[in-house]
């Protein structure tokens, strides 16, 4: 599976964006997508997660009422919606894909997905 990120940007605080990674390479309604963001210094941590059918997400706390997780099977495509970005938001984000074993499986860890995009870099400026 190939993942490529793109959307990110510089913004100010308060401001929107919208992060897509298109997948290739795989069937995609058999795989899980995650969403991680590494901020300089820190460690990659999870941002948001959704099943293979879309029907189910999951969302960092911290996250939780400002990014919206969906896909899009038929373009191969996960959006990551982030509304209300604050500075501490940004960060590299990566998303990352597995095969799910079911239609509602999520994956929220690290290690539980093989395949990464390059990342896609989000700054936001108080």
């Not at 604050?86 to 984000?93: F, H, L, S, T």
Request: charged share 20%.
């Amino acid at each position: 599976v190939q993942l490529v990120e793109s959307g990110g940007g510089l913004v100010q605080a308060g401001d929107s964006l919208r992060l897509s990674c298109k997948a290739s390479g795989s069937t995609f309604t058999t795989t899980a997508v995650g969403w991680f963001r590494q901020a300089p210094g820190k460690e990659r941590e999870f941002v948001a997660a959704v099943s293979r059918s879309g029907s189910d997400t999951r969302h960092a706390e911290s996250v939780k009422d400002r990014f919206i997780l969906s896909r899009d099977n038929a373009k191969n495509t996960v959006y990551l919606q982030m509304n209300s970005l604050k500075p501490e938001d940004a960060a590299v984000y990566y998303c990352a894909a597995r095969i799910g074993y079911s239609l509602i499986s999520i994956y929220s860890r690290l290690n539980e997905y093989p395949y990464w995009g390059q990342g896609t870099q989000v700054t936001v400026s108080s």
